[in-house]
């Protein structure tokens, strides 16, 4: 062999050992970007195989689970289920039910049994789980049985169907599973229903809220997380604060009060910011960040940190559909397609620390008293007479001199 073809063979083998020491180059993680921003943490990609244990098969309250996130890192998925996450769901249990020979009404029977242990009930919600990483068993198992329900989906309620919840309510008290064979509704739906819509609702105020009422739930939301040296997103108990409202507003108007409203004025020292140009271009960047393939995938909570958290999630959805709107088209685009199109058309930079900083809260009194004095303007032109209402009268003081 020439000396050429040695060195070549050599150079060979040595590449290729490289090669097998080498570690795997690994696909970006999801929620990364090529700019490495401390606004921006990338985050690990997975959990450990013991947290994915733990999640699969231990049911744990929320609580329990929000400590593990805190305290070992355990990465969880809350909020509604992705329709990826949704078809994953659908097809393990698809899976389980060909694989275990069940039929549509035994695989029912297997969702609805009363008492979630035994080896095959835990082996099916172990399954259902393992199809969607990051999501707890209990998570899952509300979801299913929430989707599975042969009184699900009924649609609005009608108002006998009111008055035959408030009936079993009160015959059987708020145990949910007994009033949903009375009322022929899922036990959530019935608790949901009685909860956010039905009790007191004979003392429940509608419409605009007061600003004696606002700065009563800002005062009470205070109690139960500022003053306790918890921060303003803290969770409270809302059928808590509506009853220390005297119950005239229900759980859940307190709740989205609060976080779609009266939350950002207290952040912002009592001044109530607008969306701005520069919100537009953090949400564009950052829902490009998180790396999904479906709207339905966004995780909402998640676009928050400390340096941008006065909106709430539900506002940045809502923003985000406004956003999408005047594009032609984006109903058929995939998400990749249309944030290249936004980032475009709203000059998003690719660096974070590119996008100016926020207004203090010196300029947002300024702005605020700006348009204040344009309000009080228009109302106050609006008060005016109009010129043809000047020339009317006088026509009419003429033809009077007239007679």
């Known amino acids: 062999m020439s000396k050429k073809k040695k060195k070549k063979a050599t150079d060979a083998k040595a590449s290729a050992s490289a090669s097998k020491q080498r570690p795997a180059v690994r696909p970006p993680i999801p929620g990364s970007t090529s700019n490495s921003t401390s606004s921006l943490p990338t985050p690990k990609s997975v959990n450990t195989p013991e947290h994915t244990h733990v999640l699969s098969t231990k049911w744990l309250s929320s609580k329990q689970l929000n400590d593990l996130v805190e305290t070992e890192g355990l990465l969880l998925k809350k909020g509604k289920f992705s329709k990826i996450e949704e078809n994953a769901i659908r097809e393990a249990i698809e899976k389980y039910r060909v694989e275990h020979n069940l039929t549509q009404d035994e695989l029912t029977d297997l969702i609805f049994r009363k008492h979630k242990g035994g080896e095959a009930s835990d082996g099916f919600w172990q399954e259902a789980t393992l199809a969607v990483p990051q999501r707890g068993v209990t998570g899952v198992y509300h979801y299913v049985k929430r989707q599975y329900h042969p009184l699900g989906k009924q649609g609005k309620w009608s108002d006998d169907e009111d008055e035959a919840l408030l009936h079993a309510v009160g015959d059987l008290g708020q145990a949910w599973e007994k009033v949903s064979e009375q009322v022929g509704r899922p036990a959530s739906d019935c608790r949901d229903r009685y909860r956010n819509h039905l009790v007191h609702r004979d003392s429940r105020v509608v419409g605009k809220w007061s600003a004696e009422e606002e700065a009563e739930l800002t005062r009470i939301v205070r109690e139960q997380t500022l003053d306790k040296g918890k921060s303003a997103d803290s969770d409270v108990f809302w059928s808590v604060v509506s009853e220390k409202m005297g119950n005239k507003r229900s759980r859940q108007q307190c709740r989205m009060k609060w976080t779609d409203s009266l939350n950002r004025v207290v952040k912002s020292d009592g001044c109530n910011p607008r969306w701005s140009q520069r919100d537009g271009l953090l949400l564009v960047q950052r829902v490009a960040a998180l790396n999904v393939n479906h709207d339905s995938e966004i995780q909402w909570t998640k676009l928050n940190d400390d340096s941008w958290n006065i909106w709430s999630a539900h506002q940045l959805q809502r923003r985000w559909e406004r956003l999408k709107r005047p594009v032609k088209g984006h109903e058929q685009m995939s998400l990749s397609e249309l944030l ?29 008293d700006r348009r204040e004095k344009r309000r009080q303007r228009k109302a106050h032109a609006a008060a005016l007479p109009s010129v043809r209402d000047l020339l009317q009268d006088e026509l009419v003081e003429s033809e009077d001199n007239d007679d």
């Open 340 to 368: 290249e199109i936004l980032k475009d058309k709203k000059n998003v930079p690719d660096d974070p620390n590119e996008i100016p900083p926020p207004p203090d809260a010196d300029e947002l009194r300024a702005k605020e």
